[in-house]
């Protein structure tokens, strides 16, 4: 049975950190791309991140480019998302999930295998 498992999520300050992590089982998660993607409440889901399996070249969007790192542990069969310096926009409920092949795309349409996600609320 497939399934994608985020962790990591919770409460913090803006310009604080946080470090997400998608943890797969059954299946290998370095055969395919692996995309963050969060959304707030009101708005519709939007790509975070993406790390492609065929050279681990990683894309992020402009929102959060600079501040956030998408990162692969193949041994641990896990992909993270460390986020920096976190704005209060940066809330939302923050999802993984497998690509259609190796390769990354913009649109949630090419993936397939999505995990429950995780709340991330940035608020003093």
């Known amino acids: 049975q497939v399934q994608l498992v985020e962790s990591g999520g919770g409460l913090v300050q803006p310009g604080g950190s946080l470090r997400l992590s998608c943890a797969g089982s059954?299946?290998?998660?370095?055969?395919?791309?692996i995309g963050w993607f969060r959304q707030a409440p009101g708005k519709e889901r939007e790509g975070v991140s993406c790390?492609?399996?065929?050279?681990?070249?990683?894309y992020y969007a402009d929102s959060v480019k600079g501040r956030f790192t998408i990162t692969r542990d193949n041994a641990k069969n896990t992909v993270y998302l460390q986020m920096n310096s976190l704005k209060p926009e940066d809330t939302a409920v923050y999802y993984c999930?497998?690509?259609?092949?190796?390769?990354?795309?913009?649109?949630?349409?090419?993936?397939?295998?999505w995990g429950q996600g995780t709340q991330v609320t940035v608020s003093s």
């Open positions: 059954g299946l290998t998660l370095d055969y395919y791309a």
């Open positions: 999930a497998t690509g259609v092949d190796r390769l990354c795309y913009s649109s949630s349409y090419y993936y397939k295998d």
């Open positions: 790390i492609s399996s065929s050279d681990s070249s990683a």
